[in-house]
């Protein structure tokens, strides 16, 4: 069965420091990989996605991901962070039926 | 374009009392999802509707959660009787059905909160 673990709960980073936001997938065949962004009362909105070629994808707000399969991670990095990227950050695979599992979310703090 | 709306945005009931939903997607998306988020995880699915047709529910617990899509578009999720652990964000979601392997985003509504006193 597909799975997906963020390992990382809770990060605090600096504003203009760099982030990387770790997910590791489960999954038998090839992945399609989403990240998305859920700020407090809000529904999730699709920062980037994974389907097929490029390994390096861009997605919006300045955020990318790479999908490294020899290491079924899809990490997610932004060279330079804002206060206003302070939200709920999730990892999710795309399986059957086009159906997401999402991991449990990785909460990012910005200091000032 | 407008997004999925939902309604109410929050709710606060006492257990065992019934609670409804309503989830109204993006015009022209055929397939509709509802995933329950409880506080700290993830959104996990309940049930996804092709049209008026139930695609996958077999994580919707049946004994107390039941929903429809009765004419293919709007969609209540109801909860009867409630209990506590059921206070969670309700989300609904919807895409475009197309064949093949290609794979469609998902649009997330707001989200309806239910806090289960």
């Known amino acids: 069965a597909q799975s997906v673990t963020q390992p990382d709960i809770h990060i605090t980073v600096s504003e203009g420091a760099s982030l990387e936001l770790r997910c590791n997938y489960s999954?038998?065949?090839?992945?399609?990989l989403f990240w998305y962004v859920q700020s407090p009362g809000q529904g999730l909105q699709l920062l980037l996605k994974?389907?097929?070629?490029?390994?390096l994808v861009q997605g919006i707000k300045g955020f990318e991901a790479e999908f490294k399969r020899s290491q079924s991670s899809f990490n997610l990095r932004k060279p330079s962070v804002h206060w206003s990227d302070a939200a709920e950050y999730f990892c999710?695979?795309?399986?059957?039926?086009?159906?997401?599992?999402f991991g449990q979310g990785t909460r990012l703090t910005i200091n000032p | 374009e407008a997004g999925v709306a939902q309604s109410p945005r929050y709710k606060i009931i006492e257990k065992r009392q019934s609670v409804a939903f309503w989830c109204n997607p993006i015009?022209?998306?055929?397939?509709l999802y509802w995933y329950q988020q409880i506080l700290g995880q993830g959104p996990k699915l309940l049930i996804q509707?092709?049209?008026?047709?139930?695609?996958?529910d077999s994580q919707l617990p049946k004994d107390r959660f039941s929903a429809e899509r009765l004419k293919g578009v709007d969609s209540t999720l109801k909860i009867q009787p409630a209990k506590l652990e059921d206070s969670a964000v309700y989300l609904c979601?919807?895409?475009?059905?197309?064949?093949?392997?290609?794979?469609?985003?998902?649009?997330f509504g707001p989200g309806t909160r239910l806090t289960v006193l």
């Open positions: 979601a919807s895409r475009e059905h197309t064949g093949g392997q290609s794979y469609n985003e998902q649009f």
């Open positions: 999954y038998g065949a090839t992945p399609y």
């Open positions: 999710a695979v795309g399986a059957l039926a086009q159906k997401l599992v």
């Open positions: 015009s022209g998306h055929a397939t």
């Open positions: 509707f092709q049209n008026n047709g139930v695609v996958d």
């Open positions: 994974y389907f097929s070629g490029d390994t």
